[in-house]
């Protein structure tokens, strides 16, 4: 049963550029103080050097890339617990971590990932650019071109992990994998797209804009990531 609360408010914190294990830990820490209610909902938008992140139920037959490839790009690779299979992170890429209580909203896990999705879709709609869903796949597309890739973890109706969005993406490190594990399908950028480089600050805060709708807020706060606690012990 859906619960909607009275007044719902999120903090937005910017990690600007984070290694893959240092937010993993963070997630997990912020996970548990969500769970227990000792904070509010949280959104973390941020980069990745170059990391490739295998799900709960990847093949890992997907990671195509031999030593060399990984050792001249220095990718790191993880296996995680999120849904799907792998993925790419990196530079020129936003990645967006909500831990957020879902009780506070509609305990509805595919409800949540279309409206994840649905936050790129309005996104790229201010840029121009028509999106789509394909049916059966997560993530959200431009005819066969994937932009944005999703893989989440719901527990206690708190969420973990989330998006990753090509903004100005490297797209030549998909080369090392079979995204997703699709094998006909291909992946894009806003940059691509557009023809241009696209400034990743405008993008961010297009997408906390959205979210907020998407997702029924009030309100959300803006938090520096060095008046955040966990930044500072990691």
């Not at 859906?2 to 240092?22: E, G």
């Not at 709609?125 to 973890?153: C, F, H, M, P, S």
């Not at 594990?181 to 940059?191: A, D, E």
Request: net charge negative.
């Amino acid at each position: 049963m859906a619960k909607q609360s009275t007044y719902r408010l999120f903090n937005y914190i910017d990690l600007d550029f984070i290694d893959y294990d240092k937010a993993w830990d963070l997630q997990k820490d912020v996970f548990k103080l969500r769970t227990s209610d000792e904070i509010e909902d949280i959104l973390f938008l941020l980069e990745h050097p170059h990391t490739y992140t295998l799900g709960k139920t990847a093949d890992r037959k997907n990671l195509i890339s031999n030593e060399t490839f990984l050792n001249k790009y220095n990718i790191k690779v993880f296996d995680i617990d999120r849904g799907g299979d792998i993925t790419y992170h990196g530079p020129g890429q936003i990645v967006g971590y909500p831990i957020i209580k879902l009780s506070n909203w509609k305990e509805d896990t595919h409800l949540y990932l279309r409206n994840l999705e649905q936050v790129i879709i309005d996104v790229c709609a201010d840029y121009g650019l028509q999106t789509n869903r394909i049916e059966g796949l997560t993530g959200v597309w431009i005819d066969d071109r994937k932009i944005a890739a999703i893989g989440i973890k719901v527990s206690r109706w708190v969420t973990m992990h989330g998006f990753a969005f090509n903004i100005n993406t490297d797209l030549n490190l998909f080369n090392g994998i079979i995204p997703c594990g699709i094998t006909n399908k291909k992946v894009t950028s806003l940059q691509k797209e557009l023809g241009r480089e696209v400034d990743i600050n405008e993008v961010k805060n297009k997408i906390v804009n959205k979210f907020k709708e998407a997702f029924d807020y009030d309100e959300y706060k803006v938090v520096l990531k060095d008046a955040f606690t966990f930044v500072n012990n990691n």
